[in-house]
């Protein structure tokens, strides 16, 4: 469309009138006589009238640069006809603009469109035609444009003759073309001062800023496809995205459980060996969980332990929600010294333990109460079972303070000890106590499983400990575990020390240190 003198179509009398592609303004008639109508100039005075009533907003934005003062003297339809040909010409611009900027991209060598332009007089002497530059004029931080270089390559006459190949000028260039590098890219005001970068600093900066870009997108699509982040509190999945970055981890694939007090998740092993461990393939990520309601269920288990009573009292609840971690870690090793089935230890962060993964293929082990066995290696089961418990107390001096068939796996044909964080030494003051707990939860499920030869929770008791109770029934049992208990407390009231743990002969039971 170019700019057409539209009124010269307009053609007097009401048959234009009725077929105006604008639209019939209703205006009262005027009457006036037959000479007055076949007037030409009448015509053209009518037409202005019912125009300026019907598009008065237009006639305001007329008032724009392009027609000043003229207006009076050209017709409302070349104007319009004007404003949607400019309209058109800077769209027009713009999208070659895009394209050009499209195709370019951040190469060296460079096309443009700029014989393809619609110039018009209020924008010729834009110099766009550098798309490096964005419009800095209202930005104070920002320095004025540079001067750029023509199309034909040099300004200048004589000995006075810039090349665009000129130092100072490519230098101003590569500083102004770092705006294009990812906006998480930080460079500094550097684009606010007249900095001359070299070709060969610029080059390496773009070099870094590409493989931050591509490292970030990395984390980014690990993080979109795992549920992981969806449990954890921000900090929690700091510590793990570190775990990726440093690679430990490859990826953390998703969420196995989520209990009151942990999070648990399962993670590919990463190829970086650390302290001359290496990764396991597939690794289990368990978080405590940093919320403080469920932890006061459990102070007592920690309050209590004298490997943590020191640091108990002096710390916060957050640090306390750590020693939970810490405490698995030490249980863990000291069972995988004793040779017990269990995960493995990998790493321990603040609140988060990484441990072997006790399953394969994402697919975790199943809970010793979730898995249906042969009555042969439900026996096999109960047997080892029996032997662990052992272990666990006489060389690891532990007990594991929450043992049932939720915190027993079943896999590679053999039972795996899980959710140590809670255990506690056999001197613990309620040590003992919570050793019956967990033989009545083992003599309970073997007996609904059929085994025969399993003992009752008293004989389980004393099997482990090595204790003597002979109480035969629960209540008087139990009064006589409290009251070793007992013992064992004033014991530590009056020495000032703690016992290394309860004889295994002698009845009544004595205290060896
Ligand atoms: P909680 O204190 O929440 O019970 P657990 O240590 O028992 O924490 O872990 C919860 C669940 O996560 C377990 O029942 C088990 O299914 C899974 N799990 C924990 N650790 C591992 C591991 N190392 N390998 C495979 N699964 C695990
Ligand atoms: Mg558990």
Same mark, same amino acid.
């Given at each position: 469309?170019?700019?057409?003198?539209?009124?010269?179509?307009?053609?007097?009398?009401?048959?234009?009138?009725?077929?105006?592609?604008?639209?019939?303004?209703?205006?009262?008639?005027?009457?006036?006589?037959?000479?007055?109508?076949?007037?030409?100039?009448?015509?053209?005075?009518?037409?202005?009238?019912?125009?300026?009533?019907?598009?008065?907003?237009?006639?305001?934005?007329?008032?724009?640069?392009?027609?000043?003062?003229?207006?009076?003297?050209?017709?409302?339809?070349?104007?319009?006809?004007?404003?949607?040909?400019?309209?058109?010409?800077?769209?027009?611009?713009?999208?070659?603009?895009?394209?050009?900027?499209?195709?370019?991209?951040?190469?060296?060598?460079?096309?443009?469109?700029?014989?393809?332009?619609?110039?018009?007089?209020?924008?010729?002497?834009?110099?766009?035609?550098?798309?490096?530059?964005?419009?800095?004029?209202?930005?104070?931080?920002?320095?004025?444009?540079?001067?750029?270089?023509?199309?034909?390559?040099?300004?200048?006459?004589?000995?006075?003759?810039?090349?665009?190949?000129?130092?100072?000028?490519?230098?101003?260039?590569?500083?102004?073309?770092?705006?294009?590098?990812?906006?998480?890219?930080?460079?500094?005001?550097?684009?606010?001062?007249?900095?001359?970068?070299?070709?060969?600093?610029?080059?390496?900066?773009?070099?870094?800023?590409?493989?931050?870009? @591509?490292?970030?997108?990395?984390?980014?699509? &690990?993080?979109?496809?795992?549920? *992981? =982040? $969806?449990?954890?509190?921000?900090? +929690? %999945?700091?510590?793990?995205?570190?775990?990726?970055?440093?690679?430990?981890?490859?990826?953390?694939?998703?969420?196995?459980?989520?209990?009151?007090?942990?999070?648990?998740?399962?993670?590919?092993?990463?190829?970086?060996?650390?302290?001359?461990?290496?990764?396991?393939?597939?690794?289990?990520?368990?978080?405590?969980?940093?919320?403080?309601?469920?932890?006061?269920?459990?102070?007592?288990?920690?309050?209590?332990?004298?490997?943590?009573?020191? @640091?108990?009292?002096?710390?916060?609840?957050? &640090?306390?929600?750590?020693?939970? *971690? =810490? $405490?698995?870690?030490?249980?863990? +090793? %000291?069972?995988?010294?004793?040779?017990?089935?269990?995960?493995?230890?990998?790493?321990?962060?603040?609140?988060?333990?990484?441990?072997?993964?006790?399953?394969?293929?994402?697919?975790?082990?199943?809970?010793?109460?979730?898995?249906?066995?042969?009555?042969?290696?439900?026996?096999?089961?109960?047997?080892?079972?029996?032997?662990?418990?052992?272990?666990?107390?006489?060389?690891?001096?532990?007990?594991?303070?929450?043992?049932?068939?939720?915190?027993?796996?079943?896999?590679?044909?053999?039972?795996?000890?899980?959710?140590?964080?809670?255990?506690?030494?056999?001197?613990?003051?309620?040590?003992?106590?919570?050793?019956?707990?967990?033989?009545?939860?083992?003599?309970?499920?073997?007996?609904?499983?059929?085994?025969?030869?399993?003992?009752?929770?008293?004989?389980?008791?004393?099997?482990?400990?090595?204790?003597?109770?002979?109480?035969?029934?629960?209540?008087?049992?139990?009064?006589?575990?409290?009251?070793?208990?007992?013992?064992?407390?004033?014991?530590?009231?009056?020495?000032?020390?703690?016992?290394?743990?309860?004889?295994?002969?002698?009845?009544?039971?004595?205290?060896?240190?």
């Amino acid at each position: 469309m170019d700019s057409v003198g539209v009124a010269a179509d307009a053609g007097p009398g009401p048959a234009w009138r009725s077929k105006c592609p604008w639209g019939a303004p209703n205006t009262t008639s005027i009457s006036c006589s037959l000479a007055d109508v076949m007037s030409e100039q009448l015509a053209k005075e009518l037409q202005l009238e019912e125009e300026n009533a019907a598009f008065p907003e237009v006639v305001a934005v007329a008032e724009g640069p392009f027609i000043t003062g003229e207006n009076t003297d050209t017709s409302s339809d070349l104007m319009l006809a004007q404003m949607l040909q400019m309209e058109f010409d800077r769209e027009y611009d713009a999208q070659l603009r895009r394209e050009e900027k499209k195709i370019n991209g951040d190469s060296k060598v460079s096309i443009s469109f700029e014989n393809y332009r619609k110039v018009h007089p209020y924008d010729s002497d834009s110099s766009e035609d550098e798309v490096d530059w964005q419009d800095t004029r209202h930005d104070p931080y920002r320095a004025d444009k540079p001067t750029t270089t023509p199309r034909r390559g040099f300004i200048g006459k004589g000995k006075d003759i810039t090349t665009k190949h000129d130092e100072v000028v490519c230098g101003r260039k590569n500083t102004a073309r770092m705006e294009n590098f990812a906006p998480e890219f930080q460079v500094g005001d550097g684009i606010g001062m007249d900095l001359k970068l070299s070709n060969q600093v610029f080059n390496a900066l773009k070099q870094h800023a590409y493989s931050e870009e @591509r490292r970030s997108a990395r984390l980014h699509e &690990k993080k979109e496809h795992s549920t *992981a =982040e $969806k449990a954890v509190d921000p900090k +929690t %999945r700091l510590l793990m995205y570190k775990m990726i970055n440093s690679g430990m981890l490859e990826t953390i694939t998703g969420c196995i459980s989520t209990g009151k007090e942990s999070v648990v998740f399962h993670a590919y092993g990463g190829e970086s060996a650390t302290e001359d461990k290496v990764i396991p393939p597939e690794c289990a990520i368990k978080v405590f969980k940093t919320t403080l309601n469920e932890f006061k269920n459990r102070d007592k288990y920690i309050k209590d332990d004298y490997r943590f009573k020191d @640091r108990f009292g002096r710390l916060n609840p957050r &640090k306390i929600i750590r020693m939970w *971690a =810490e $405490k698995e870690m030490h249980n863990l +090793t %000291r069972m995988q010294n004793a040779g017990i089935p269990c995960p493995k230890v990998v790493l321990l962060k603040k609140h988060v333990l990484v441990m072997s993964f006790i399953g394969q293929d994402q697919v975790p082990a199943p809970k010793l109460k979730d898995v249906t066995l042969s009555s042969e290696d439900m026996k096999k089961a109960y047997h080892q079972i029996l032997n662990m418990m052992q272990q666990l107390y006489k060389e690891c001096n532990l007990v594991h303070a929450d043992l049932s068939e939720y915190n027993m796996l079943w896999h590679d044909g053999k039972v795996w000890l899980i959710d140590v964080s809670q255990s506690v030494e056999p001197t613990h003051p309620h040590g003992l106590e919570f050793l019956f707990r967990d033989c009545r939860n083992v003599s309970q499920f073997f007996q609904k499983g059929g085994v025969a030869e399993v003992l009752n929770e008293r004989e389980l008791f004393n099997a482990v400990s090595g204790l003597n109770i002979t109480a035969d029934n629960e209540v008087d049992f139990q009064e006589e575990i409290e009251a070793l208990e007992k013992m064992n407390e004033d014991h530590v009231q009056n020495h000032g020390k703690k016992l290394s743990r309860f004889s295994s002969s002698g009845d009544p039971p004595i205290y060896d240190e």
